[in-house]
């Protein structure tokens, strides 16, 4: 099947047909690792579509690939009235990565994740407030994701939160681990 998507994916020619597949094959890829045919299926994406959606996906591939500036690039070029919490979040991580502490601090300041915010949106937020150095709102913010999230989706956000550099610091923090015993409350 992704060989056929692969295929026929140039030949497409209804825009919301091209996207499902576009966004079918960058799951694929990155679930298995393949981040250079995710970064060059996530660019073209964002050149056809160029929404919050697909600057999100193509920052979060590069961020992936460690490459922060073209991270904080793609995010920074987005218009303000397309922004939202996550993109904001991951912003301000990819400045952070870049040792901009200040600019990432003052992008971390506009995160406002409302009551109906997705499990996506909140750790996207955690991993935001972990890279700027908010230790207690990082832990926080990880309570209320596991919380929200699905029992299927749990485990898997708890081995990215694992394995992701912004949590590396909080491997020894009392809340980081309390947080990993989170259950979902779905």
Not at 32 to 44: E, K, P, R, S
Not at 63 to 79: F, I
Request: with cysteine; aromatic share 6%; proline share 4%.
């Amino acid at each position: 099947q992704v060989l056929m998507m692969r295929y026929s994916l140039p030949k497409e020619k209804n825009v919301g047909q091209w996207e499902f597949k576009a966004r079918a094959l960058h799951t694929f890829y990155i679930s298995n690792g393949l981040y250079g045919d995710a970064l060059a299926l996530d660019q073209q994406m964002h050149a056809k579509l160029n929404t919050a959606s697909s600057a999100l996906l193509l920052a979060e591939t590069q961020l992936a690939m460690n490459k922060p500036a073209e991270a904080a690039d793609v995010l920074g070029k987005l218009p303000a009235d397309k922004h939202d919490s996550t993109t904001r979040a991951i912003h301000s991580l990819a400045l952070a990565r870049q040792g901009k502490a200040v600019e990432a601090k003052q992008a971390a300041q506009s995160v406002q994740l409302t009551s109906a915010a997705g499990p996506g949106a909140i750790y996207a937020a955690a991993r935001c407030y972990a890279a700027i150095g908010n230790m207690d709102q990082a832990c926080q913010t990880l309570v209320r994701c596991f919380e929200s999230s699905p029992p299927s989706r749990l485990e898997g956000f708890k081995q990215h939160a694992r394995t992701s550099p912004e949590f590396a610091v909080l491997a020894s923090h009392a809340g980081f681990a309390a947080a990993l015993q989170t259950e979902s409350k779905i």
